[in-house]
């Protein structure tokens, strides 16, 4: 089967449509998993061990389990209980609570990382906790989070496809019902390749700045 160009400009607008869906969905996802992923990690600190322990077990369920697994759940399952979700949100909230679980330990290792002596010197100076988290630890904690956040946001961009499987009308879900239609698949399965390569570039390249920019930072 020989490449058709005219194919290609034919298709492209609904490749478009699954690009602009599937960034959606990235950004979304990260958005709910940098909040999911910072609540995890303070509950694994709380004093409350029923608390820390309860939400570390839950982590590492979903850490165990496949995505998609996940979201079928979220989308097949969870309609038997009375809980019925758009795809695209139930696609965001799979995203969020799986990539969440890894961002958790991206925070607890930063925060962790803060030397025990700020502590100490902000309860010597008499900060409030929120004062010592908002004007001590987070400027310390956060820099060095960014590259490994930005790892996982990149590794979410590229397993997007997975929404197809629960009618997410994302790039990979365009491309299929694309080829299925025309039965043409060289095209747009080789687009949805080069979309995919082309962005995750751009993202690397991004990535290497923010590293350069806060991968140190002074103590």
């Not at 699954?18 to 979304?28: C, H, R």
């Not at 969870?78 to 019925?84: F, K, N």
């Not at 991206?106 to 008499?126: F, H, L, M, S, T």
């Not at 990149?154 to 299929?176: C, D, G, H, R, Y």
Request: with cysteine; aromatic share 12%; glycine share 6%.
């Amino acid at each position: 089967m020989e490449w058709d160009w005219n194919f290609v400009w034919e298709i492209m607008p609904t490749l478009i449509q699954g690009v602009k869906i599937t960034i959606l969905a990235t950004l979304l996802g990260s958005v709910l998993a940098a909040i999911v992923g910072l609540g995890i990690a303070l509950a694994r600190r709380s004093p409350n061990k029923a608390l820390s322990r309860t939400v570390g077990w839950a982590a590492e369920f979903i850490r165990g389990t496949p995505l998609l697994v996940q979201l079928y759940f979220i989308f097949y399952v969870l309609p038997d209980i009375g809980i019925l979700l758009p795809p695209l949100v139930a696609g965001v909230i799979g995203l969020g609570l799986h990539y969440g679980t890894y961002t958790a330990e991206v925070y607890r290792a930063g925060i962790d990382n803060v030397p025990r002596g700020q502590w100490e010197a902000a309860k010597a100076c008499n900060l409030s906790a929120s004062q010592t988290w908002t004007h001590i630890i987070v400027p310390q904690a956060i820099p060095p989070m960014i590259p490994a956040l930005a790892n996982y946001f990149i590794a979410m961009f590229k397993e997007t496809p997975l929404l197809s499987a629960i009618t997410v009308l994302e790039l990979m879900n365009q491309a299929k019902s694309v080829a299925n239609t025309y039965y043409r698949y060289i095209e747009p399965i080789t687009l949805v390749g080069a979309f995919f390569l082309v962005i995750s570039l751009f993202s690397v390249v991004l990535l290497r700045w923010l590293e350069r920019r806060y991968g140190k930072i002074e103590r």
